[in-house]
């Protein structure tokens, strides 16, 4: 039978939680002074850009804190991110041209985009840079060393910046053994989260260690797949389970139903039913869709005619599109009484205005429960993007820049852009 899933004991998740207490930047400033020091940090500034305009701002707005806290301190700041993938090619949309402008409006203090990550001419140009300024490098990944964690290149980084002192604060990159990310740590005295990783660390750090009960998670997004590993890890921290999206439909099938064109992973039937079955064995609820929104293709010129299907009785070929609204209402119910709630992955296809109504419910009860004193943690580049759509994303109680990153850390691994920090 096709296993996916490593054998492991579940538990293993909350021993690597509780190792990963990383010394912060603030920790640092008590010990070192910072005044006039070259200061590297990792930034995550791979956002959407479109025709030379950022589309979304989120992830250079939230790493904004950790650069001012710097130059407050009096350190010259020399900044890295990857955008994209050029794939060891310099691509000249794929400069971070529109991401240095963004990110001087956010940190209110001049920008510096430097011609490259490596070399003498980059060099030189932080060292023309004075304490108070910021140098941006260019797109590390416009160097090939930088996804194979090449030594050469890092070392090169390291020469450029100047800096004793590493900090990284990208957590959507901090599952990658990357050059800027891993190799370059080998070359500095002092390396340290920023306060964006350590927020991320502290608030997936409470789910996976000391979660207050009942503990909720929904899980959506279009692959069982990718989220398996997930679910199986959420049995042993979660009371409740709620599962969306399309893969919800490989469950569907898992329990006899008729699923008609909707998504499905059908090697993967056997696995869900086994989920089923091991979370029944430990007492934990799996709530699965009643209804859904059915179409009769993806195409937006055919939403007018989806309609409501359901689960049990289901009998068509159309496509399942969204959860419904029976099922939207048995998931509030299990969100509002929870004390931990955490949410990856979209009920539906969200690119469809009028398929998105699932996910706009979950965010919204995301955003109640923690206003009234719960803890909501949501995630995943998708979800993200309903989480701003919505103007909701003050309203939780965290939103986490990660994707790969975050579903990585909730499965028990060890991220090792995180382990290779100085402990504190
Ligand atoms: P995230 O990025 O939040 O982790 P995923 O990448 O796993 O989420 O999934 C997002 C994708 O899932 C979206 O592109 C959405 O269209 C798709 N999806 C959600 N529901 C369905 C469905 N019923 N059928 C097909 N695709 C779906
Ligand atoms: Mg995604």
Not at 34 to 61: C, E
Not at 243 to 255: E, L, R, V, W
Not at 273 to 301: I, M, Q, T
Not at 353 to 378: E, I, N
């Amino acid at each position: 039978m096709l296993r996916l899933l490593p054998n492991r004991p579940l538990c293993r998740g909350f021993a690597v939680a509780a190792a990963q207490k990383k010394k912060t930047i603030a920790d640092l400033s008590k010990e070192v002074s910072l005044k006039g020091k070259n200061v590297f940090v990792r930034a995550d500034l791979n956002v959407p850009v479109k025709g030379g305009a950022v589309k979304d701002k989120t992830r250079i707005n939230l790493s904004a804190p950790t650069i001012r806290y710097l130059l407050d301190q009096g350190a010259k700041v020399v900044v890295s991110s990857h955008l994209g993938r050029p794939k060891g090619q310099v691509m000249e949309d794929k400069r971070l041209t529109p991401v240095a402008a963004v990110l001087e409006a956010a940190i209110r203090a001049p920008v510096r985009l430097a011609p490259d990550s490596a070399g003498p001419e980059a060099a030189a140009f932080v060292k023309n840079t004075s304490a108070g300024e910021v140098v941006l490098l260019e797109n590390t990944r416009f160097h090939a060393g930088e996804t194979k964690n090449d030594e050469a290149y890092a070392k090169q980084l390291h020469e450029v910046s100047g800096a004793d002192i590493y900090v990284n604060d990208a957590f959507g990159a901090a599952h990658r053994a990357h050059a800027s990310t891993h190799g370059i740590t080998k070359f500095v005295s002092h390396k340290v989260a920023g306060l964006l990783l350590d927020k991320e660390l502290t608030a997936l750090g409470t789910i996976m260690t000391s979660p207050e009960h009942p503990v909720v998670a929904c899980i959506g997004g279009s692959k069982v797949s990718t989220k398996l590993p997930v679910l199986e890890s959420l049995l042993a921290k979660c009371d409740t389970i709620l599962i969306g999206g399309g893969m919800m439909f490989t469950f569907s099938k898992a329990q006899g139903y008729h699923i008609g064109r909707s998504l499905v992973e059908e090697d993967l039937v056997p696995m869900a039913k086994e989920f089923l079955a091991k979370a029944k064995a430990k007492g934990v609820k799996v709530v699965l869709p009643r209804d859904f929104v059915v179409a009769p293709d993806l195409e937006e010129a055919s939403s007018s005619k989806a309609l409501h299907a359901d689960v049990a009785s289901y009998k068509g070929d159309g496509i399942g599109v969204d959860i419904g609204p029976l099922t939207v209402g048995d998931f509030h119910n299990e969100i509002k009484d929870a004390k931990t709630f955490f949410w990856n992955g979209p009920m539906g296809v969200i690119e469809v205005p009028r398929y998105a109504l699932g996910t706009d419910a979950v965010t919204r009860m995301a955003a109640f429960l923690s206003q009234k004193g719960g803890l909501a943690v949501v995630g995943g580049g998708d979800s993200l993007v309903t989480v701003q759509k919505l103007g909701l994303f003050d309203k939780i109680t965290h939103v986490s820049t990660g994707g790969g990153a975050m579903l990585e850390f909730v499965e028990g691994k060890v991220l090792p852009g995180v382990e290779v920090l100085d402990n504190k």
